[in-house]
């Protein structure tokens, strides 16, 4: 195991705008988390913890277990060890804990998931309506404001599959944000769409950033990671091996892996 | 203008241009032909290309010919159709009492307008459809009322007709293309058309009506199958969610279900029906009838409901947990909707089937639906030797109603995928 590395977190004033983070309180904390998927372990005594409004990007090869992770903390896996805790409630076989963190935490997929069989409107009503028992017309307006803030309020009334990717993605973020969520988890949310489209879902991700959200995202674009994490997180092969400042990894990365990873994606 | 072309070069550098052809996509220029030549060369390409063929043409051209001269000839010249119309209430209606006519026709004025608008929404009546229907509804109006004592059936069938162009025309305003008024409009279809059924049994039966053992002739084919179909469905959702369960228990005793039902015919199960139920559940034969029925079609749609979840990506269920909803909420609102519309084509066929299969209840039960009427109204001394005038005449009923279902499932999935998975 690698609790040894684990423990050179780079705990220095973050590259985006000094110690903002400072005295925030843990929002994620994780600790050993084990996952197996029959004889295969996918995530190995995995220790992490964010706070409030920080922003996390995951970086690591494929396999290494990233959207394993991720998936875990709104448990659409279940881990097999260790612990979970969200926003003080932790995760475990209790459903009422469940549901209250699934309410915390929004979760965008890198294939968009939305529901086919559903107007992009009604796509975002259906959790704050069904889940928050919000009435119709309140939900409806609530879903025109997201759709306004991620741009495009002239697609309330279409289906998903007539919207293009880049439209898609800014749905389901709306579709997350329509929850009110405390965290947002997004799993490689631009690794489906066309080079054009990529840059509309990221700034609407910026401006979720600089609005104070705490985020977890796995991706690939280095150029967000660098201008808009706080931290950045490097999985291999089921293990945390390093973490620290966009500036710690991009000049001086320390184990040889991530070194391998970074000059192979840069 | 800025945009004007270059001026040309002088005549003499370049040679004078021809006459600019217009060219057009092979299919338009077919399409500038006048008719008759696009006939012939239709005829030339599809019915006489070889020698082989032309052979072929003339034999099929000649066998249809005698199949359709045979017919005519046997339907007005060689036939009959007294044994019809003097067994019509028998064949219709069974042992349902006559003074209660009026109960019959006013289900028939309820259900028609519904199934008009189903043909508005999801269908268009082509000339084809036109014709079949006007086709049926002469063959019907002629046999059922023809020679009645008074006006009354011809009026009832006049105006339900007229009630079927009325739920068409008004489903033909409905949108084409999906969107909250065509999903509004569906959900108001579906909920009455869930409604038809238990309604027609009350104005059948409410308030002095007749009992269900009454129920007889091609009525009790109308009301069977729906029963079987509506109930099949009902219980085949709990059924496919169960056989994908992951609780072990559950998921085998669906299985087990599904495949000791599908291992049988139907007719095996009416046998069922008739002996064994009856241990069980003491309650009419009619309604142990349709609780096989609805059972042994349960069994099949369920393997198709089956196959609509499996073809939902994993990401969809995923996706509504991570919004919040619950298991069941998820279910609900947003892996069945999809998965049923995946499999609404096969399940309209398992209708047509059992529609058909309707026909075997009376060879093994003593109810008495529109085969074992027939059979009946054969065994009277005076019409012994009219047996085809009255299996055609069922024959036509069941193929009317096949028909229309066929009809309307084929443009349902046609229309399917439509801004919809
Ligand atoms: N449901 C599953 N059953 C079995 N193995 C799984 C399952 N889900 C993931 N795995 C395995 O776990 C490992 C980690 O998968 P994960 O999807 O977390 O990787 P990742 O880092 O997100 O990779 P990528 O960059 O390709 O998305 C992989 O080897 C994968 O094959
Ligand atoms: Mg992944």
Redesign the pocket.
Known sequence: MTTETEATTAEQPSANGADRLAGQPDIIMTEGVDKW??D?Q?LDDVTLSVKEHEIVVIL??????????IRCLNRLEEHDAGRIVIDGIELNEDVRNLRAIREEVGMVFQQFNLFPHLSVLNNITLGPQKVRRMPKLDAEQLAMELLERVGIPEQADKYPTQLSGGQQQRVAIARALAMRPKIMLFD?PTSALDPEMIKEVLDVMRELAESGMTMLV?THEMGFAREVADRLVF?DE?QLIEQGTPQHFFESPREERTKLFLSQIL | MAEQPPIPPPAAAAPPQPPRKVVLPPHRERAHRPWRVRAEEWVRRNLFASPGQTLLTFASLALVGLVIAGAVWFVFFQANWRVITVNRWLLFAGGFPLDEKWRLWLSVALVFPLIGAAYGMWASLGRRDLLFIALAGAFVFFLTAHGDAGPSSSVWFAASLALFFLGYRVCRFVPRETGRPRTLAVRTLAALLALALPLVLIVLMVGGGAQASQFGGFMLNLILAPVGIVGGLLLAVPLALGRASSLRAISWTCTAYIEVIRGAPLIGWLFVALFILEDVISSPLIVRTMIVLAVFTAAYVAEYIRGGLQSLPRGQGEAGHAVGLSHLQTLQVIVLPQALRVSIPPIVGQAIGLWKDTALISIILPLRELVGNSRAAIAQAEFIPDRIEVYAFAAVLFWIVAFMMSRISQRMERAQGVGER
């Open positions: 998927f029959g295969f996918a690591g090869p494929s396999g290494s277990g990233k959207s394993t992770f490689e796995v999985f089921g």
